[in-house]
């Protein structure tokens, strides 16, 4: 059974920066993507970021462009999340993920395993 395990969330303020974690235990096989998700109260789950196994493929939500970056160190079965310039509209619990594939997914029903989330609040 694969667990994923995220990190680094909190309490920061605006314009303040976040490096989420997220390792994953178990046996994975093959080439898998691995994303970013976020929930915010009473929205839907978004698409934050993803990346392809190699690292050399990588998407992002539009809007998020320039301020998150994603990044993953398969030696360590490790997905990170770095959140610059936060904005209180980032508010929300982030998950990480792996897809079911080796292309880059931004569809919550195209990941196989979730972390449990871990909490980042933005204040003013």
């Known amino acids: 059974q694969v667990q994923l395990v995220e990190s680094g969330g909190g309490l920061v303020q605006a314009g303040g920066s976040l490096r989420l974690s997220c390792a994953a235990s178990?046996?994975?096989?093959?080439?898998?993507?691995m994303g970013w998700f976020r929930q915010a109260p009473g929205k839907e789950r978004e698409f934050v970021a993803a990346?392809?196994?190699?690292?050399?493929?990588?998407s992002y939500k539009d809007s998020l462009k320039g301020r998150f970056t994603i990044s993953r160190d398969n030696a360590k079965s490790t997905v990170y999340l770095q959140m610059n310039a936060l904005k209180l509209e980032d508010t929300a619990v982030y998950y990480c993920?792996?897809?079911?594939?080796?292309?880059?997914?931004?569809?919550?029903?195209?990941?196989?395993?979730w972390g449990p989330g871990t909490q980042v609040t933005v204040s003013s």
């Open positions: 178990g046996r994975i096989l093959g080439s898998y993507s």
């Open positions: 990346v392809k196994w190699s690292g050399n493929w990588i």
């Open positions: 993920a792996v897809a079911k594939g080796s292309g880059i997914c931004k569809l919550v029903y195209q990941y196989r395993y």
